[in-house]
């Protein structure tokens, strides 16, 4: 999902990560909607267990590798978090 383009995959519209998140350096609003997108995306796919929490960029200023964190958040017990990064070259 994070290097798929955005709108890319027929299946379900809202898949695709790497286009939000390119424009999210310039645009925070971005990271929000693509919070927004990640969580209706996983439920259209019917992953009703978890929920996106925070995406963040953890990249230092002026670098060229961007890197990201994204945490989800059980929906039955909101302890259980779990966290994937992935870095990407623009």
């Not at 990271?31 to 953890?58: C, W, Y």
């Not at 230092?60 to 990201?68: E, L, R, S, Y």
């Amino acid at each position: 999902m994070a290097h798929t383009p955005h709108g890319s995959w027929l299946g379900c519209t809202r898949f695709g990560l790497r286009d939000l998140l390119e424009q999210s350096t310039m645009r925070s609003e971005t990271v929000q909607m693509a919070m927004d997108e990640i969580n209706r995306s996983l439920d259209e796919l019917g992953v009703t267990n978890f929920q996106v929490e925070s995406i963040k960029n953890e990249s230092p200023a002026g670098a060229d590798v961007a890197q990201w964190v994204v945490t989800l958040v059980s929906k039955l017990d909101r302890t259980k978090t779990y966290s994937l990064g992935w870095s990407r070259t623009p």
